[in-house]
């Protein structure tokens, strides 16, 4: 699992002609002469000059694609994006993994064991996967360079402190570029014992005011159709993100995530490496009046940066119950003209009260509006600077007493140009009255499935307590109403054929 080589260059106008960033592992290249057998079948990582032009040619960016190149076009060459093979005067030198960062190229070699002669597969190439991480965390360690950087720039110089601590000898070790910043910046601690040893991916302790911040974020993701013979679809799942500021050398936490008895329980519980321990099993979904706490219990050794902790879903329920924003769509009209009438009902079980909440009706294959006649019951109606998209700005509360708003809305269309134009987006299936709105909104100090968590249940087990700040969000993820007027987009699931 070793590189041969990694580099960086600019794309075109975006810098300077050349290779901003070299290194080539000399260690790793006698391994990669040995494994080729004899000197005819090794191609040596050549100069700088010559791999940017490389690099160009087969992207495209040197020659357009307009322009026939029997190397790089041909039928025979087999397409394994981002995995290219560049060709050389010396050879072709394969598998070059590419990826493209904040304007620049980030490239490296891996070493192929098998020799590259036979070509192996790609997934029989552990070096595939890890160049692939370890250039991902290059982009984010050097981060966006100002356009027109040269090979001087402070960045471009840190990078290679951090390939010689990332990745020695061309072997990847701790790539994560916080823990590597941690070790090259901190002292040795004085809590380091001989019988606590110092982890590698925490190098340094924390001396400050022990505390735990959490954030549970939820997301809604739904489709309405308003027709009898098609169900709508809910679907709620989160996450947990994490940052600990914890005294000691590896600080443990447990803490417990609850919903409500009456809500439908947390399934699939998906955890950081770092979790060491566990509740997996599935929790009972029937529903029970009590209003006693379902809780997972999760014990974890955080690093020092920011992470996610956990991805979780909602267990399936009723859709009706489940939806936290219903609503019905009802257009009719033609190519020229439009009448809608849009009802919007929020879930009692919501909480009334909205960081925004918006309603957009994007209408293709049309003209522009040109006029429009809209009377909603709340909020506010706008169109957009292209006049292809209409508005509805619901506000932050409904009516606490019916909790619905609605509007009608008579809209216009001026005659479609029949040039077509390429910076617009045409949906191919709507035309005529196949139409959608699209609902946003967000909800702070909330949560839809009643997860939270339960700052009673947290320990830190470092001998001392710890301040706990947790914060709750529900937003919308793609929520989709279909006219009900119009055909829809929907997947049939023919049970007659299907065993279960």
């Not at 949906?427 to 939270?452: E, M, Q, R, V």
């Amino acid at each position: 699992m070793s590189l041969r080589a990694v580099w960086v260059q600019p794309l075109p106008g975006n810098g300077p002609d050349s290779v901003l960033f070299s290194r080539v592992f000399s260690t790793v290249e006698r391994r990669a002469k040995i494994y080729s057998g004899d000197s005819e079948n090794y191609v040596r990582v050549p100069e700088e000059g010559v791999l940017y032009d490389a690099v160009l040619n087969v992207l495209g960016l040197k020659h357009p694609y307009e322009v026939f190149i029997e190397k790089r076009d041909s039928c025979d060459k087999e397409q394994q994006t981002p995995i290219f093979e560049l060709t050389t005067k010396e050879g072709k030198l394969w598998p070059v993994f590419i990826i493209e960062k904040f304007g620049l190229l980030y490239c490296c070699l891996p070493l192929v064991e098998q020799g590259c002669q036979a070509r192996p597969p790609l997934i029989e190439i552990p070096g595939i996967s890890v160049g692939f991480s370890l250039l991902l965390c290059m982009a984010e360690f050097l981060g966006s360079l100002p356009k027109g950087a040269d090979q001087n720039h402070r960045r471009l110089q840190d990078l290679h402190t951090y390939l010689s601590q990332a990745a020695p000898f061309g072997t990847p070790l701790d790539i994560n570029p916080t823990t590597v910043r941690a070790t090259l910046t901190s002292k040795p601690s004085a809590q380091v014992s001989t019988h606590n040893k110092q982890p590698a991916w925490k190098p340094s302790t924390v001396k400050t005011k022990p505390q735990l911040y959490v954030t549970v974020s939820e997301h809604a993701r739904a489709v309405m159709y308003g027709n009898p013979q098609l169900q709508d679809v809910c679907n709620v799942y989160g996450s947990i993100s994490c940052k600990a500021e914890l005294e000691g050398i590896i600080p443990e936490v447990t803490l417990n995530l609850s919903v409500p008895q009456d809500s439908p329980p947390i399934d699939n519980l998906i955890v950081h490496p770092c979790v060491q321990a566990a509740d997996t099993q599935f929790v009972n979904t029937g529903y029970k009046s009590n209003a006693s706490l379902t809780q997972r219990k999760v014990r974890f050794t955080p690093p020092s940066e920011m992470f996610i902790l956990c991805h979780y879903t909602m267990s399936d329920a009723d859709t009706n119950q489940s939806l936290p924003i219903t609503a019905s769509y009802q257009m009719k009209g033609n190519e020229q003209e439009a009448n809608l009438m849009i009802k919007v009902k929020l879930n009692k079980r919501v909480r009334n009260w909205f960081e925004y909440c918006e309603v957009q009706l994007p209408f293709y294959n049309r003209g522009p509006v040109s006029d429009i006649d809209a009377t909603p019951s709340h909020g506010t109606v706008i169109l957009s600077s292209d006049r292809r998209r209409v508005g509805w700005d619901i506000g932050q509360r409904f009516p606490s007493k019916t909790l619905e708003v609605t509007l009608q809305a008579k809209i216009r269309f001026a005659e479609a140009s029949r040039k077509h134009d390429t910076s617009v987006y045409e949906d191919p299936f709507c035309h005529g009255i196949n139409a959608y709105l699209l609902i946003y909104f967000k909800i702070a100090d909330y949560t839809h499935s009643g997860c939270t968590i339960d700052q009673r249940s947290v320990q830190i087990h470092t001998g001392g307590k710890a301040k706990v700040t947790s914060v709750r969000e529900f937003a919308s993820s793609e929520y989709k109403v279909w006219n009900s007027y119009g055909d829809a987009q929907a997947v049939y699931k023919p049970t007659t054929h299907l065993k279960t």
